[in-house]
């Protein structure tokens, strides 16, 4: 069974920073685009940022340009979502995504809460 594995979600000041990880099984890492959504209560999940298999694509939702980063180490099966100088507005739960259309992959993680105070 897929999992993806993820944390570091918490709670912070305005201002803050926060990395989250999400681990996944070798098998599907290797092939996917991984991607971190969130989604904020009485609102529709939305894209924060997604990387390709290889790294060489990274796509940032204009909300987060400049503040978040998303990195990936496929040694060790693991992308991360370093977020930066965090907004009341970001709080949210956040989910990990992996995709591959060509491998009919699609699988998300169980979410973790990140909660910014102002």
């Known amino acids: 069974q897929v999992q993806l594995v993820e944390s570091g979600g918490g709670l912070v000041q305005a201002g803050g920073s926060l990395r989250l990880s999400c681990a996944a099984s070798?098998?599907?890492?290797?092939?996917?685009?991984m991607g971190w959504y969130r989604q904020a209560p009485g609102k529709q999940r939305e894209l924060v940022a997604a990387i390709s298999s290889g790294g060489g694509s990274i796509n940032y939702a204009d909300f987060v340009k400049g503040r978040f980063t998303i990195s990936r180490d496929n040694a060790k099966n693991t992308v991360f979502l370093q977020m930066n100088s965090l907004e009341p507005e970001d709080t949210a739960v956040y989910y990990c995504?992996?995709?591959?259309?060509?491998?009919?992959?699609?699988?998300w993680g169980q979410g973790t809460q990140v909660t910014v105070s102002s």
């Open positions: 070798q098998r599907i890492f290797s092939i996917s685009t």
């Open positions: 995504n992996a995709q591959s259309k060509a491998w009919g992959v699609d699988y």
